[in-house]
């Protein structure tokens, strides 16, 4: 049961974190170097992954998807890239 349960804290933490981040990255708070790492992750995840879907413009990571006995995670993408979360087909 403690394992379900530190699993649900950082997942929530992750979310957390990629929010937050999107937030100040809109709000010109990052320096370049600090942004690096996130259009990195941004060339990998295209339009062209199997597990994107958009809802109203926004794109996120479908669960109900399925890829080489992967399934997408139900992320926002844009706040998925600015986590250290990690990619359900490995790719980040």
Do not use: H
């Not at 990052?30 to 295209?46: G, H, P």
């Amino acid at each position: 049961m403690w394992q379900k349960i530190n699993n649900f804290k950082y997942f929530l933490l992750e979310i957390y974190i990629g929010y937050k981040n999107l937030i100040l990255y809109k709000l010109n708070r990052f320096q370049e170097e600090d942004t690096l790492d996130y259009k990195r992750k941004k060339t990998i995840c295209t339009k062209t992954c199997p597990l994107q879907s958009s809802f109203f413009g926004v794109s996120y990571c479908d669960p109900l998807k399925e890829y080489n006995d992967e399934r997408g995670c139900g992320c926002v993408i844009e706040a998925k890239l600015w986590s250290d979360s990690p990619c359900p087909l490995n790719k980040f």
